[in-house]
C-alpha cells in the first residue's frame, strides 16, 4: 500500500483547505484510513480517522471545523474549514491493513500546512 498526500499550501486565518490521499497497491486490504499532523517541537497526533464503514472519529481540535471522508477507491480527502494558525502543521495520511495485511501501518509523505496572516 502506497499512500500520496496532496493539497497543503498558505491560508489565512479563516480559510480553507482539502486535503487529498491517493491510496495504490492493495487498497481492497485498507482497513481504517486517517489524517495525522505534527506541528514543530510537537509530537504527531491524530486529527481524524474513518473506517470503511464510514465511521468518523476526530480530535476535540478538529471538531465541527474539520471533515474526513473516503471513496470506494480508497481514497481519502480532510476538508479544512476555519483554519486557526494553531492548525499549522505538516498533515500525513495514514491508513492501517486488514484481512492479510492486517496490523500493518502505512504513512503518506506528509504535505505541509500554513495558517498566516
Known amino acids: 500500500v502506497q499512500l500520496q498526500a496532496s493539497g497543503g499550501g498558505l491560508v489565512q486565518p479563516g480559510g480553507s483547505l482539502r486535503l487529498s490521499c491517493a491510496a495504490s497497491?492493495?487498497?481492497?486490504?485498507?482497513?481504517?484510513m486517517g489524517w495525522y499532523r505534527q506541528a514543530p517541537g510537537k509530537q504527531r497526533e491524530l486529527v481524524a480517522q474513518?473506517?470503511?464503514?464510514?465511521?468518523t472519529n476526530y480530535a476535540d481540535s478538529a471538531k465541527d471545523r474539520f471533515t474526513i471522508s473516503r471513496d470506494i477507491a480508497k481514497n481519502t480527502n480532510l476538508q479544512m474549514n476555519s483554519l486557526k494558525p494553531e492548525d499549522t502543521a505538516l498533515y500525513y495520511c495514514?491508513?492501517?491493513?486488514?484481512?492479510?495485511?492486517?496490523?500493518?501501518?502505512?504513512w503518506g509523505q506528509g504535505t505541509l500546512v500554513t495558517v498566516s496572516s
Open positions: 495514514n491508513a492501517w491493513g486488514t484481512l492479510s495485511l492486517r496490523g500493518r501501518e502505512y
Open positions: 474513518i473506517t470503511s464503514g464510514g465511521r
Open positions: 497497491g492493495r487498497t481492497d486490504r485498507i482497513g481504517v
